[in-house]
């Protein structure tokens, strides 16, 4: 687990955990994360990832990682392998604790046929059609199958071959004889075993018949001696049904299961299945697309661990359900970058800008920071040249109310450099201004103030046009455009942000930024902060995700 020295911040499960420890119900605390192997983990897995292993970290138990995979028809090595990246990039370690719900299935089949020995299991043939309309509804009560008064030897010759392959799927189900009439549908005879003729990403072809989620999970939180079972909302109304196998198997433990609010993120959905259908239907380029919410998504576009550990811990523990503005994600990721990401250079959207009284042969070097407040970091060259590049969007020909950056006749101070006046432009044939020009004050390098003593507004950035690399950079925002994308039931795919990603082939950048580590993060001045992708970047050839701006730019449109 993370070693990492935090000041947790308290909720109603810490306030559990540490009571049971001091009442002594409880000599240590242990907890488990128990994913489904059936896509990748997304920033809501991340909030229980924090808060399991947080729990187990702060009161010196341990975490499991336990993967519940009981349906081999949607899991995949793939999403094994990714899971366990994403909880060792978050800063959790799971020791020797990793296991698979799969390596009990001996032990399931076991007590499945203890439940039927007992009277309380039986072997259904009804079809699903047919289990859905004897369920009933939330109003009126279910109907007992005709096979429920099946015998004891019937149900466990019936169950003993469907495990030995004699049955197609689908033909047979076993079910728990609970309560037809229960008023919480769980417990209206559940189904505990189905029958999928499907290799196992685990356990290969050892097994054609597998075990619920349902069944399967407090029977494992059992074996591992899981004190505090904790998992979201939904699955309050299983708990009953959790507690009930507890109470008829002969389990070697008994653990409690508690519950706690999901995530609700904003701009975002949350359901696997809907994360998937945008994977296969290529509305996004992968699980790791850097605009998804998934953790390979939000790594790649160049979020911190210690940034979403963060955000875990600003959020809190609840038991009410509540929306999280994404604002908050990317404060958390922006206070992280300002502290620790180098500065440097960068111009998005290059025009020329040729200082006409600049000698034609000089080249200046200005000694600058790599971090205003940690001097430990460091400090680089900026060359500086007769032909420099600056921004499109630092220049306009009729410049409105409040403008400060460069228009004809209008002066600018060029960070760390010099203040240079606007003295004309060239446009091409379709109107477009191409390229400027200017003339600079040999005496402005001290702040913004020109020789004379006057003091310049606008200060805008800058790149030497013979020093500059090229490189590709790729402005991220919001997958979706509507806050709730799943709102009223309506088609989530029709608020996808045709915005939400800009790609910009031709952008100049500090040529040492060529060099950079896939992964590395910079703030680029005055445009926000830049990670070199860790999948598309070649030695030589970066490209560059914004992971944040440098504010906020949609409090206005939430």
């Known amino acids: 687990m993370s070693t990492e020295t935090v000041t947790p911040t308290a909720n109603f499960l810490r306030t559990i955990v540490s009571e049971d420890l001091a009442s002594g119900k409880h000599q240590t605390v242990v907890t488990r994360f128990p994913p489904e192997p059936n896509g990748y983990l997304h920033i809501g897995h991340a909030k229980s990832i924090c808060l399991n292993f947080g729990l187990a970290r702060d009161f010196g138990g341990q975490c499991h990682l336990r993967f519940d995979d009981t349906n081999p028809v949607k899991e995949d090595r793939e999403y094994i392998d990714s899971i366990k990246e994403s909880v060792r990039w978050l800063g959790f370690d799971w020791g020797e604790h990793l296991y698979h719900a799969s390596e009990y299935f001996e032990q399931l089949y076991q007590w499945a046929e203890y439940l039927i020995q007992q009277g309380k299991a039986y072997v259904d043939d009804l079809t699903p059609e047919q289990m859905k309309e004897y369920r009933g509804t939330l109003t009126e009560p279910g109907k007992e199958s005709p096979f429920r008064s099946r015998s004891v030897e019937e149900n466990l010759d019936q169950f003993r071959r469907m495990r030995a392959g004699e049955f197609a799927d689908g033909m047979k189900v076993l079910r728990a004889k609970i309560d037809m009439a229960s008023p919480n549908m769980n417990l209206r005879d559940p189904v505990l075993y189905r029958i999928l003729h499907t290799s196992h990403p685990h356990v290969g072809d050892a097994w054609c018949i597998y075990p619920m989620y349902d069944f399967t ?17 939904e699955f309050e109304s299983h708990r009953p049904l959790y507690e009930w196998f507890l109470e008829n198997l002969p389990v070697p433990a008994k653990p409690r299961q508690y519950e706690f609010a999901r995530l609700n993120l904003s701009y975002t959905v949350m359901s696997k299945r809907k994360l998937q259908e945008l994977v296969q239907t290529g509305l996004v380029n992968g699980w790791d697309d850097p605009r998804m919410p998934t953790i390979m998504g939000l790594k790649r576009r160049g979020f911190t661990p210690a940034a979403i550990r963060t955000f ?33 250079m960068a111009v998005l959207h290059p025009i020329k800008l040729i200082i006409d009284n600049y ?27 007769k032909e420099i590049i600056i921004d499109a969007d630092d220049f306009m020909e009729n410049p409105s ?43 402005s390098t001290n702040g913004p103030m020109t020789s004379d003593g006057r003091k310049i507004k606008g200060v805008i950035h800058w790149l030497s046009a013979a020093h500059a690399a090229t490189v590709e950079a790729r402005l991220f925002d919001r997958l979706f455009s509507d806050a709730n994308p799943d709102r009223g039931g309506a088609d989530y795919k029709q608020f996808l942000n045709p915005e939400s990603l800009q790609t910009l082939p031709q952008c100049r950048v500090e040529a040492s930024l060529l060099d950079v580590v896939p992964g590395q993060s910079f703030q680029f001045e005055r445009l926000g902060y830049f990670c070199a992708d860790q999948k598309d970047s070649q030695p030589g050839k970066p490209v560059f995700n914004r992971v944040v701006t440098l504010r906020d730019t949609w409090g206005g449109k939430n």
Request: proline share 4%.
């Open 401 to 443: 109310k409040g403008f400060h950056r460069l228009t004809v006749g209008g002066e600018v101070k060029l960070k760390y450099a010099y203040v240079v006046k606007c003295t004309g432009m060239i446009k091409d044939e379709q109107g477009r201004v191409v390229e400027l020009h200017a003339d600079y004050d040999p005496g």
């Open 312 to 344: 875990c811990d600003r959020i809190g523990v609840g038991r009410s359900d509540a929306w999280i503005g994404y604002e908050l994600l990317e404060d958390c990721v922006r206070n992280d970058l300002n502290e620790n990401a180098q500065r440097a």
């Open 359 to 385: 000698p034609e042969d000089q080249v200046d070097q200005f000694e600058v920071a790599n971090h205003p407040s940690k001097p430990e970091l460091g400090t680089r060259k900026l060359p500086f040249s």
């Open 217 to 233: 999970h407090g029977q494992s939180d059992a074996i591992e001696g899981i004190t505090h079972s904790i998992c979201t909302l």
